[in-house]
């Protein structure tokens, strides 16, 4: 009885170890890049610069949940900004002001899928 708990025991870690991490390297194998979930906006750049304009230090523009894929956000301040599971797919941030931003479960895909890795350097 103890052998069979200790063969479980140990089949269960390796299972963990060894298992677990293949199947998380593949989380987007299902998910449909090309669906509007995934591509489309819900806000135009000009609504996107409203909410910065109308940010205070202690009410910081607030993105959360938004879909902002595509857009062209290029030079905009989004110091501060709030962007919690915010999805910025193929969304073009060269040259925005990015610093003490809160990213927490965004999406940020480039055009190939692939992670954007221009904002975890």
């Not at 103890?2 to 998910?31: D, E, K, T, W």
């Not at 993105?63 to 062209?72: A, E, H, I």
């Not at 900004?81 to 927490?104: C, W």
């Amino acid at each position: 009885m103890r052998h069979a708990s200790i063969c479980a025991a140990v089949f269960g870690m390796y299972g963990l170890v060894f298992v677990a991490p293949a199947a998380a390297q593949n989380m987007m194998q299902h998910v449909d890049l090309t669906s509007p979930e995934m591509t489309a906006a819900e806000m135009t750049r000009a609504e996107v610069e409203a909410v910065i304009d109308a940010a205070t230090s202690t009410r910081p523009a607030d993105f959360t949940g938004k879909k902002l894929s595509g857009l062209d956000l290029s030079g905009l301040d989004l110091t501060g900004a709030v962007l919690r599971a915010a999805r910025l797919n193929r969304a073009k941030l060269t040259d925005a002001k990015l610093d003490r931003a809160i990213f927490d479960q965004a999406t940020l895909l480039s055009e190939d899928g692939a992670p954007c890795s221009s904002l975890l350097a």
